[in-house]
């Protein structure tokens, strides 16, 4: 079993900066594989970013690609997500979620075991 706890939404404007984190406890962190996905009123969960369980791979989703970046620290148990040069359009509620599988379905949701609560994101023009 694997909790997580996301933290670091907020209310900001549009062009600035926001790092989510998500803390990780129970099972090894460092195995698993981490992704945030994000879901804005009305609409579906997307996938917005995974890294691998090393850190040393991570994958985007393109409408964040250039602006987000995903991170870990298996030290801290602990998984982020630097957002710059954020838009109204990436208001949302942010997940974070853990899997023990990295392959092609990366991105989808069905692929991650663990989920957190969410953390709340808006982004005013």
């Known amino acids: 079993q694997v909790q997580l706890v996301e933290s670091g939404g907020g209310l900001v404007q549009a062009g600035d900066s926001l790092r989510l984190s998500c803390a990780a406890s129970?099972?090894?962190?460092?195995?698993?594989?981490m992704g945030w996905f994000r879901q804005a009123p009305g609409k579906e969960r997307e996938f917005v970013a995974a890294i691998s369980s090393s850190g040393g791979i991570t994958y985007y989703a393109e409408s964040v690609k250039g602006r987000f970046t995903i991170s870990r620290d298996n030290t801290k148990n602990t998984v982020y997500l630097q957002m710059n040069t954020l838009k109204p359009e990436d208001t949302a509620v942010y997940y974070c979620a853990a899997t023990g599988d990295w392959g092609s379905n990366i991105a989808l949701m069905k692929s991650y075991r663990y989920w957190g609560q969410g953390t709340q994101v808006t982004v005013s023009s």
């Open positions: 129970g099972r090894t962190f460092s195995g698993y594989h």
